[in-house]
Structure formats: structure tokens, C-alpha cells
């Protein structure tokens, strides 16, 4: 059980309706939707339709005026079913706040309601093939001309970009100002010339959520939609919001350790080797001892680390601890857990194996765990 004063009945009862939907509209297509490495463009409709985008959208903006808890009821109940891969997290609490938080009145209008409702499918575009945890190294440009920004460029590993309607892309407007030349646009991409949709890439997990190249040769976006409608504050707007963006990872990390523990668990106590059950090994027991308690710790801090959160007290440092401790334990501990299963838990369909494939992204996308510790030892 959750013991935080933030998380109430309202939440739980959102966890059915959650829990409903992905057990009638994802667990059944799941071998397809990874053979297709993307879910259909009419899921994230379904998804809308279901309230499940952008809960913490005010309502005046077609959103449900939820918090942070909505998303993390969310991803727990995808983790639990081992669907952690569609990317809701990114769509609902990563891009629909950049605009809520720092787009002008019109963006919001323009937006918000139709990503809340899954008309508008969003990515956002800031790695590069020479710029990944170092955004101010991006070489993508934004040079104003007339009522157009002139958008030239590549980006990679971008996700959702399969379905997105709207990307967010971080540009250089000023080449010579260093992290006050990074702006962010809004690329509309249906009819966009010179946008060019890359190759949806094969990854080692995460097999649902798609992953892509884009290109931008001369594409022509309209002034109005600079994110906020002032250049250069495009690094800042991504430093503001990185730590929520690592806050999540935990999130997802955490609850992929307590369903591995949980399912080895069960799988030992059901399976015999020597004439006993796995778990009446002293060996085993005191290894998912081991793996149990990390799970729990672990719990208590994230559940900590949200609350701090709703509170506005989670900074930078926070985000950068939480997000490598987290995602370097939650590794370690499937891990663990995956050799406790033997060979069954090589095999790509077990559950214990997809999540093993799925954490290891963990501590490499949202900054890598080493920048993570970089970031944490400077401000100490």
C-alpha cells in the first residue's frame, strides 16, 4: 500500500480503470504491436478516450487537473503487466508540461486539449548522432527567416515519433550563444516539406515503444511556434524539466524490481530441483532476501522522492540521484532474479526476460547514470 498524504481513493479507483484498460486494449496485442515495433495510430485515441493522457493537464486545457501520483498509477499498473514500454509517461508528463509550463496562451489552446484526448500524438526530438547527454553539443539549426524559422538538421532515438503528429525540437536559433542559442519548436509534421521520417529502429527492449531518425532539409516553422515565443530559453526549459523526467525513470525502475521479485517468488516456490521446491534452498532464500529488501528501500525512497515533488522541493540533484541509484539497483536485481529462473528466464517471452531486456535502458536514456553522478559531485 502507498503511505503518502498525497496518494488518496481517487487514485485507486483510478488504478481499476487503468488496470481495465490495458487488460482489454494492450495485453492481447502484445506479440503483434512488438512484431510491428509500435502500437496503432487509433490506440492513442482509445487512450484518450479512456483518460488515461495528460491527467495532470489542467482542465482548463482538456486535461483532468491530476498530479504526478495519476501518472505513477499509470506506469505501475503498465509495469505490472509487463507493457512498461508504451510511452505515455512521454506523451502526458514529459511534453504536455513543456507547453502547459512555458507555451504562450495560444500554444496551450492549440495543443493541450487534443493531446489530452489523443488526436495529437507528441515526441520530443533532442538527441543527436554526435549529441546525447551533452545538449549543448546539438547541431540542429533554426535560422529566422521572414515569418519562418528554416529548420535543418538530424535527430535519433526519438520516441513515438512512429505516430507523432507534434514534435518538440531542440534547435540552435543562435549557433555562437552556447546553451542561450537552444530554443524549442513545434513542428507540425503532417504536411511539414523536408521532414523526413527515418528508419523505426530495432532495439534490445522496450520492443513496443518506437524509436526513430528524423531529418529536417529546410523545413519551414512558423514563428508563432517557438516554444514561450522567445528565443534562447530552450535550455533552460529542458533543464527545468529533466529532473521530473528522472523522477519517472525511478518510477519505472522501482516497480520493475518489485514485479521481478514478486514473480520469482512465485516461480521458486513452484519449481523443483533436487527433489525441493527452489525456495527451500537456503541459497536461493537468502538471495531473493537480498533482492526483496533493495525492492523495498527502494520503494520508500521513490515514494519519498514523489511526495518532495508535489511539495516543489525536488531539484536537480534529487533528479540525479534518484534516477542512477535507482536504475543501476533495479538492473542489478533482475538480474539476479533472471539466473534464479535458469534457462526459462532466457527464453524472449517470459516475462522476467522482457523486463530484463527493457530496465537496461534505464541508465543510459535521460542522461546516463555517469553524468547523473557528475552532476550530483559538482553541486556537492
Not at 514563428?223 to 525513470?249: A, C, D, K, S, T
Request: glycine residues 8%; charged residues 25%; hydrophobic residues 40%.
Amino acid at each position: 500500500m502507498i503511505e503518502s498524504p498525497y496518494y488518496t481513493p481517487e487514485h485507486e479507483i483510478f488504478r481499476a480503470d487503468v488496470r481495465r484498460f490495458l487488460d482489454r486494449e494492450c495485453v492481447p496485442n502484445r506479440v503483434a504491436w512488438q512484431k510491428a515495433c509500435k502500437p496503432p495510430r487509433e490506440f492513442w485515441t482509445k487512450a484518450g478516450e479512456a483518460g488515461l493522457l495528460c491527467p495532470k493537464v489542467s482542465p482548463e486545457y482538456g486535461g483532468a487537473g491530476g498530479d504526478l501520483w495519476h501518472g505513477f498509477v499509470i506506469m505501475e499498473e503498465q509495469t505490472r503487466a509487463a507493457f512498461n514500454e508504451l510511452a505515455f509517461y512521454l506523451h502526458s508528463d514529459i511534453i504536455a508540461p513543456y507547453i502547459e509550463l512555458y507555451g504562450t496562451e495560444d500554444q496551450k489552446r492549440r495543443y493541450l486539449p487534443k493531446m489530452a484526448s489523443g488526436e495529437i500524438v507528441s515526441a520530443i526530438a533532442m538527441t543527436e548522432p554526435g549529441a546525447g547527454s551533452d545538449l549543448q553539443g546539438i547541431r540542429t539549426r533554426a535560422r529566422r527567416e521572414g515569418d519562418h524559422y528554416v529548420l535543418d538538421g538530424q535527430k535519433t532515438f526519438i520516441s513515438n515519433a512512429q505516430n507523432a503528429e507534434l514534435i518538440v525540437v531542440a534547435a540552435k536559433t543562435d549557433p555562437d550563444a552556447g546553451a542561450r542559442g537552444v530554443s524549442l519548436l513545434l513542428l507540425d509534421t503532417p504536411g511539414a516539406e523536408g521532414f523526413t521520417l527515418g528508419r523505426n529502429l530495432k532495439k534490445v527492449g522496450n520492443k513496443v515503444q518506437d524509436t526513430s531518425e528524423l531529418f529536417f532539409e529546410g523545413v519551414r516553422v512558423p514563428v508563432e511556434n517557438l516554444l514561450g515565443g522567445v528565443e534562447g530559453r530552450g535550455f533552460y526549459q529542458l533543464m527545468q524539466r529533466l529532473p521530473e523526467e528522472r523522477l519517472i525513470m525511478a518510477m519505472s525502475a522501482v516497480v520493475q524490481m518489485e514485479c521481478a521479485v514478486d514473480e520469482t517468488v512465485a516461480y521458486a516456490r513452484s519449481r523443483e530441483t533436487f527433489g525441493r521446491k527452489l525456495a527451500d534452498h537456503q541459497a536461493v532464500r537468502h538471495k531473493l532476501a537480498e533482492c526483496k529488501t533493495v525492492a523495498t528501500v527502494a520503494r520508500a525512497y521513490l515514494e519519498r522522492c514523489i511526495d518532495l515533488f508535489v511539495e516543489n522541493r525536488f531539484d536537480a540533484q534529487a533528479g540525479a540521484m534518484a534516477k542512477w541509484w535507482t536504475t543501476e539497483r533495479c538492473c542489478e536485481v533482475i538480474d539476479e532474479c533472471l539466473q534464479l529462473f535458469g534457462g526459462y528466464g532466457y527464453m524472449r517471452d517470459t516475462p522476467i526476460a522482457r523486463r530484463w531486456a527493457d530496465v537496461r535502458l534505464g541508465r543510459i536514456a535521460g542522461g546516463t547514470n555517469e553524468i547523473m553522478k557528475d552532476l550530483i559531485g559538482r553541486a556537492l
